[in-house]
């Protein structure tokens, strides 16, 4: 194969050397060569979100990026969402309104949701651009900005219900 490339990563507070192919997605690099398989591989193509990790705060569709294009970046998976044992409050939130059926899109659709809501709180604008009542942001503008993590389940209704309680409660937490 082609040579292997030194590649320092730093996933969920930890720092990782890694020798890679160059071409190595984040998201391969964190599933086969760091073990955290808790970040989804849906269709490997930007196109479902099932990958979404948070890098320095902002969420990103891992297989869209190479992992050599990412030294230096703070990374967060869903793996890193849960400190000292206890749930982020979204996991909580998506536990109790019944975020997810099979589960497959729903660590995307957290780790989304967490730098979704610092989004709302910088006022990053967004399509439908109904943010008159930030930092509660309408369902519909959460359903616009969380369009990129597709939910084949379509539990849609309460994902957005969980991401609805959870704002305001999140600062500070994006990574
Ligand atoms: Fe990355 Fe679908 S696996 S967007
Ligand atoms: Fe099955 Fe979303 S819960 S894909």
Known sequence: GPAKSDVRLTVNGQTHDLALD?????????RDHLGLAGTKKGCDHGQCGACTVLVNGVRLNACLSLAVAREGDSIVTIEGLAADGKLHPLQEAFVKHDGFQCGYCTPGQICSAVGMLDEIQRGVPSAVGDLAAAPQASSVEIR?????????????????AAIMETQGKTEGRAG
């Open 22 to 30: 160059p071409r190595t997605s984040l998201l391969d690099a964190l």
């Open 144 to 160: 616009e900005r969380m369009s990129g993590n597709i939910c084949r389940c379509s539990a849609y209704p309460n994902i957005v």
